[in-house]
């Protein structure tokens, strides 16, 4: 039975001491999750430490800063290795609400969708919720982009608040991927190459002034990013690429 399968939840965590324990408060709320799990990324601040500090948690360090990508792949490590059925990633700067944690655990864990996103553009409040408009309409083109080229129909890529099956986190070839920003780009664009069904909830969002952001010119970056995963892909699906990215012998697994 699907209710009863282990749901962790991970938080790459930098520089999140003012909202990490917060965002874990309302985390451990939910009633599905079994195991929290907060890797710190070298944060500058008291981060590793507020993360020691709370009850439960599986809390590790990385020596020295690696990346939001790097920090990722060691979360989804960790949790696998700690048998989770269920994983969602929720970013600990609180700017996505930890109560759509039962919806999207729902939607994985009844086999609907093996990866369900929480997207910030559904329902039309990105903007109301605090969006700068710099970062709206570049994320709006490079989902547009993302879609044309992937043959996807999401609201949007960009989302830090994503839930994946066991199954389809092991079937992805994580470790080749950026250790930067893109890394989160490149996985959907691996999910769509498996021709794997991806959900979407609503997702109200708060841009409170203590959320992590990133600077225009490294979301300029990161746009780039994009757009070289999306053409891989199409070259890649024309048969006219090869990229670890990709692997062939995936789309059959």
Known sequence: M?????????????????????????????????????VDDASRDETLAVARAIPGVVAHAHPRNMGYGANQKTCYRIALEHGADIV?????????????????????????????????????????GGMPLWRYVPNRFLTFVGNLLLGTKMSEFHTGYRAFSRDLLERLPLDVNSDDFVFDNQVLAQVAWLDV????????????PEASSITFWRSV?????????????????????????????????
């Open 197 to 208: 069904p991806i959900g979407e909830v609503s997702c109200p969002t708060s841009y409170a």
């Open 88 to 128: 969602v990633m929720v970013h600990p700067d609180y700017q996505y609400s930890p109560k759509l944690i039962p919806a999207m655990v729902t939607l994985v864990g009844r086999g609907l969708y093996p990866c369900v996103l929480g997207s910030r553009i559904l329902g039309g409040q990105a903007l109301a």
């Open 221 to 253: 970056e990161y746009g780039v990013g994009c757009l070289v995963t999306a053409m891989k892909f199409r070259l890649a699906r024309m048969g006219l690429l090869r990229s670890p990215l990709f692997p062939a012998a995936a789309r059959g697994a």
């Open 2 to 38: 699907w209710l009863d399968k282990k749901v962790v939840v991970v938080m790459p965590a930098y520089n999140a001491q003012r909202t990490l324990e917060k965002t874990w408060r309302d985390v451990v709320a939910q009633p599905v999750v079994d195991l929290v799990v907060i």
